[in-house]
């Protein structure tokens, strides 16, 4: 697949999520899709990945959350069911979607990592966790969990946020570098709001 195509490949995905998501999805938008793409790539290029396995990490990434058109239970496994029924009338080859849909399991929390491009995915998915961002996206985390669980409290999302931080790593050089100091600047903000620190 060349970069044109590529590109074709993102506007119809895009346009699918932007169509078809429900609307309660704040957090698991298309939005959310095209910065993971960014932020993957950005990582990739730091970590020295280019061509082909570009190429399969950019396509994992358009996958990865296309499983909420069907479920929000599982939704990783739509998701490869998706990729697995699309990528081959796009040449892919059965190790390419078996590389693809590895990538994509590794966005299921908690994450298991067993190759450097599922390393990439992992950290790009949760790149907002060290960034200027974390508050905002945060928050439409909370709206979208919410909608599910109406009882869901303020108090309650920071505890549950606070040992999400404190359980989660980053993966690749990047992600521990330029990522996880910012994080625990969030993790230990958190904290002091709750009277643990």
Not at 15 to 20: A, E, F, I, T, Y
Not at 23 to 44: G, M
Not at 65 to 87: M, N, Q, R, S, V
Not at 125 to 145: A, R, V
């Amino acid at each position: 697949m060349r970069e044109a195509e590529f590109e074709k490949l993102k506007g119809r995905i895009l346009h699918r999520l932007r169509m078809n998501l429900p609307k309660h999805l704040l957090y698991h938008c298309a939005e959310h899709t095209e910065r993971v793409l960014i932020a993957a790539e950005y990582i990739a290029i730091q970590g020295k990945i280019s061509g082909h396995d570009l190429l399969l990490l950019k396509t994992a990434v358009l996958y990865h959350d296309i499983g909420f058109l069907k479920t929000d239970e599982d939704h990783e496994d739509e998701g490869i069911a998706i990729a697995c029924a699309e990528l081959p009338g796009l040449k892919f080859s059965d190790t390419d979607i078996e590389t693809i849909c590895g990538m994509i399991q590794a966005t299921r929390i908690p994450q298991q990592i067993n190759k450097q491009l599922e390393a990439v995915i992992a950290d790009a998915d949760l790149e907002y966790l060290g960034t200027p961002d974390f508050e905002p996206i945060s928050q439409n985390l909370f709206l979208e969990i919410k909608h599910k669980h109406p009882d869901l409290t303020i108090e309650a999302w920071d505890r549950i946020q606070i040992g999400f931080l404190e359980k989660h790593h980053y993966f690749t050089d990047f992600g521990k570098a330029h990522l996880e100091p910012a994080k625990q600047v969030h993790l230990q903000a958190l904290k002091i709001k709750m009277g643990l620190a």
